[in-house]
Nanobody
Framework: QVWLEESGGGLVQAGGSLRLSCKHNGGIFNNYLMYWYRQRPGQQRELVSFITNRGTATYAASVEGRFVMTRDNHERTVFLQMNDLKSEDTAVYYC?????????????WGQGKQVTVLS
């Protein structure tokens, strides 16, 4: 059984930076694609970024060039470095782990961390 522990986030002025961490517990970390999603007030959850087990990250257009997702396979942790934050980045951010195997998928979610950007 996999569970994800998120940390980081908080309150920051526009233009500032924050970092989120997500520790993957249980299972074989390298088998999972790791994702960050966010849910802004009154909106549906949306994909922010994801990273392969080799460390290749892909980003939503809204955060490209400002956010950096990395992965430490030894520490079983992914990070989301958020720079030049804007008020529209205010959201609850969720870590997600996905493993596809034999035609089925395992999906796990973190508890979510609040990020608030003051304009």
């Amino acid at each position: 059984q996999v569970w994800l522990e998120e940390s980081g986030g908080g309150l920051v002025q526009a233009g500032g930076s924050l970092r989120l961490s997500c520790k993957h517990n249980g299972g074989i970390f390298n088998n999972y694609l790791m994702y960050w999603y966010r849910q802004r007030p009154g909106q549906q959850r949306e994909l922010v970024s994801f990273i392969t087990n080799r460390g290749t990250a892909t980003y939503a257009a809204s955060v490209e060039g400002r956010f950096v997702m990395t992965r430490d396979n030894h520490e079983r942790t992914v990070f989301l470095q958020m720079n030049d934050l804007k008020s529209e980045d205010t959201a609850v951010y969720y870590c997600n782990a996905l493993r596809s195997f034999m035609g089925s998928e395992e999906v796990y979610w973190g508890q979510g961390k609040q990020v608030t950007v003051l304009s």
